[in-house]
């Protein structure tokens, strides 16, 4: 049994037969989650009584291979910008392209970025890069400081060294040194913009930044895009003048609702307000991102060390099209192996923010599974190779009782400015089986003591 194993053993047997069978300690984390508002629609974002630990060499690895992978992602991203063949692949809106058009008038291309990856023993695969507008930095970090102190934490820390892995701070370093390169010189006025939230009694994790900028001594608002004026060069909120956006606004998602005549591109296009993320993340944030990085073709002149990253770490991803191409070296008619490889093959929307469906083909029949190929043909979607997800059991109370279950876990590592700063963990039943249990956990680094 590895350290880790016996951790996360340990952990459990102290609330099925130790002394932490008496879940009042558990009552009082939820009440502290509640009061800090840590819900959603009513539920808590967190039902989970065990954090996610990690081994050091795993953190290492999430960090050394996601920032390997990250560069890769921006040079291809270089690439795009000037070749409209590779542009064409990432299948963008007319206006999305417009918006990729414009200089942000700062380096990088994504301030701030989320890998979906899944992490089990020495293996690591990215199933996805968030390079939009990027989510759960911000709960992990309260969840976190709310874990690091429960009773079954604070014993388990008796035996284990424990560290905690805080983005926040390094968000706000990373927005500030953008604006800097943006031109400004003032202490700047921040406008956290995200779409009202749905539950008026929940906070929005964007709460959670605006008060610890807010602590840094920033001057910071949450504004929804109705809100926004533009006019005599400056962006405001009523007599609220903004210098710098943390943009929370999916690209497609803005796009749905508002043209490019919104206040927002107005005064982005005029270089009147530094925006973070730009509106050029949207090129890496396209699933068939992916696409492009596993086709040789395209990475061939690829520092060695980013192909060994891809090959190794990114799974074979293709847009669906009527086309040809490769696979394991091999050219392939890609529908026909589309249709003919449903056990190893899933099918995704290209972009997140759309309500089409994933269609897994291993847990299809072949009929439904030639459905669902017709319908990627017809709107952007990407075929990717099938990863195996990461299995855990976690605790939880439910109804006042311990029940364990096991949960699908998805690791998140942050990044900022194309350094991975700490991670977050992200807890589900899988797209298989109905669970009414899912949310954010803290992720812990373990190392021996």
């Given amino acids: 049994m590895s350290q880790l194993d016996d951790a996360v053993s340990r952990y459990n047997k102290l609330l099925e037969t130790g002394p932490y069978r008496d879940l009042a300690w558990a ?33 290492d690895s999430l960090v050394k291979t996601g920032e390997t992978l990250i560069s890769a992602i921006d040079r291809m991203e270089q690439m795009v910008l000037s070749t409209p063949a590779l542009l064409a692949r990432l299948e963008l809106l007319p ?72 983005s926040r701070k390094h968000l706000l370093h990373a927005l500030l040194k ?47 895009p109705e809100q926004l004026e533009y006019r005599n060069g400056v962006l405001r909120k009523g007599a609220f003048e903004i210098n710098l956006v943390y943009r929370r606004l999916g690209v497609q998602e803005f796009l749905i609702r508002f043209d490019l005549t919104h ?60 086309t040809k191409t490769t696979y394991a070296d091999k050219t392939i008619d890609l529908p026909e192996f589309i249709s003919q490889n449903r056990e190893k093959l899933a099918l995704k929307p290209n972009d997140d923010y759309s309500d089409q469906h994933t269609y897994l083909g291993w847990e299809m029949d072949s009929a439904g599974w030639d459905r669902a190929l017709k319908q990627a043909m017809r709107s952007p979607y990407v075929v990717q190779e099938r990863v195996e997800p990461v299995k855990s059991v976690f605790p939880l109370m439910s109804y006042g009782q311990l029940e364990f279950r096991e949960m699908q876990v998805d690791v998140h590592p942050h990044a900022y400015l194309g350094k991975v700063q700490g991670c977050s963990t992200w807890l589900s039943a899988g797209h298989s089986g109905f669970s009414s249990a899912a949310g954010i956990v803290p992720t812990f680094i373990l190392d021996s003591k």
């Fill in 27 to 59: 009552e009082a984390l939820h009440e502290r989650m509640e009061s800090g508002k840590l819900s959603a629609g009513g539920r808590l974002i967190c039902p989970f009584l065990r954090p996610n630990l990690i081994s050091r060499r795993q953190y």
């Fill in 263 to 322: 206040p927002l591109v107005q005064a982005y296009r005029d270089h009147a307000v530094c925006v973070v993320n730009s509106f050029r993340s949207e090129l890496a944030h396209k699933k068939a991102m992916f696409g492009l990085l596993t086709d040789a073709s395209v990475t061939a002149k690829f520092p060695a060390v980013e192909r060994k990253a891809i090959r190794d770490h990114v799974p074979w991803t293709r847009l669906v099209s009527a």
């Fill in 95 to 166: 206006a999305e392209k417009m918006l990729a058009a414009i200089d942000p008038g700062y380096q990088a291309l994504e301030v701030a970025a989320r890998l979906d990856s899944h992490l089990v023993n020495g293996h690591l695969h990215f199933v996805q890069y968030n390079a939009d507008s990027p989510t759960g930095a911000g709960y992990a970090d309260a969840l976190g400081e709310l874990f690091w102190d429960i009773p079954p934490v604070k014993e388990l820390r008796k035996k284990y060294s424990l560290s905690r892995v805080g």
């Fill in 178 to 224: 953008s604006y800097k390169q943006f031109g400004g010189s003032k202490r700047p006025n921040i406008a956290i913009v995200e779409f009202k939230h749905a539950y008026g009694s929940s906070q929005s994790e964007y709460e959670l930044f605006r008060d610890f900028f807010r602590d840094e001594g920033y001057q910071v608002e949450i504004v929804s």
